[in-house]
């Protein structure tokens, strides 16, 4: 399908990028690496009168790790985070879950600002920074404010960034010790999007499980933090930690697609979580040895 015209403006400034925003209304879309928009837009998914460049807007840069937080600019390609020393130092998960995003072509343009916006329920930065309960910085050009990473995402490609905001940066707080992690993934093909994935971080004591926290994406509307295992788990040992069953499916509600039945997914999501929660453990035991 041909897209349809549309006016082009790169915006020098994230205050000028906003300014625009409001001046296109609803119907304004930032372009950041284009790697989803362009494709929604090609499908006749989206018709954005105005695109609005922001893929060289500097103070969307920079990745750091400052006093144990690491901050990680919105215009971060995947490849910066993939090849990134502080982000396999700070976090582990992160380093991982980025292998997983798409193919090698992707991850050269694709942006970290633009996988949080876009808000694919399959999409694995999302599901890790909510494991890692990150902090989203937001400008609106006027004033700036902070959302959390939980609860950010509404629904399918639906967020709580308003109609003239920006994402200007993610912070996480750094790996503490004692903490190990654990991602698993399974796709149709290497490069799709997840079917279903599972992101774990486990804090223990003698092996005790002291906090867990433990997140799924690929199945609902949006990646989903399993609160009901979460305290469940809490006093277990490895071998007797809760099934998975009945927690998950408290907590996640599937749908069928075309493709694969809610029901397969469910059981596939309680094997990888079985899985990404025993990695995490087995990292955390040996962080605490
Ligand atoms: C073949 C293929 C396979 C893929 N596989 C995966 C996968 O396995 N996992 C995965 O997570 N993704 C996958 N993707 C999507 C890819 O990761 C996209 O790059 C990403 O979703 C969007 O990032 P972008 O920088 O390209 O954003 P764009 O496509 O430029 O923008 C996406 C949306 O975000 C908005 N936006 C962008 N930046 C900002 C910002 N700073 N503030 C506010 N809004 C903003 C845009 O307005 C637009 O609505 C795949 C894409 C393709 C084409």
Redesign the pocket.
């Known amino acids: 399908m041909m897209a349809g015209p549309f006016a082009y403006r790169r915006a020098e400034t994230s205050q000028q990028a906003c300014e625009l925003l409001r001046e296109f209304g609803e119907d304004g ?11 929604m837009i090609n499908l006749g998914l989206a018709q954005p009168s105005a695109l609005i460049d ?1 893929s060289r807007l500097r103070e ?1 840069d920079g990745l750091e790790l400052r006093d144990g937080l690491l901050r990680i600019g ?1 215009a971060i390609r995947y490849r910066a985070l993939e090849q990134s020393g502080d982000v396999r130092k700070a976090a582990p998960l992160v380093a991982e879950a980025i292998r ?3 193919n090698q072509r ?1 991850r050269n ?3 970290v ?3 949080i ?2 808000a ?1 329920p399959a ?3 999302p599901l890790v920074f909510s494991v890692l309960e990150a902090t989203y910085e937001v400008t609106n050009g006027r004033s700036q404010r902070s959302i959390s990473a939980i609860g950010f995402a509404q629904s399918r490609y639906s967020t709580l ?1 308003a109609e003239d905001e ?2 200007v940066a993610v912070k996480l707080p750094g790996a503490e010790p004692g903490w190990g992690w654990g991602f698993q993934e399974i796709a149709r093909n290497a ?4 079917m279903v994935a599972v992101a774990a971080l486990v804090r223990t004591n003698g092996g005790v499980v002291q906090e867990l926290r433990l997140g799924v994406a690929g199945i609902g509307d949006r990646a989903i933090r399993c609160r009901r295992y979460e305290t469940a788990a809490v006093g277990s040992q490895l071998d007797d930690l809760p099934e998975g069953s009945p927690f998950l499916i408290d907590d996640l509600v599937a749908a069928d697609d075309p493709l694969t039945p809610a029901t397969y997914r469910l059981r596939v999501a309680n094997v990888l979580a079985r899985r990404a929660v025993t990695d995490a453990w087995r990292r955390s035991t040996a962080a605490v040895s």
């Open positions: 879309k930032l372009l950041a690496g284009g790697q989803s928009l362009i494709p922001i969307l919105a997983y995003v798409g992707i343009v694709g942006t600002g633009g996988s916006a876009h694919d999409a694995e930065l960034l920006l994402l490069g799709a999007f997840a």
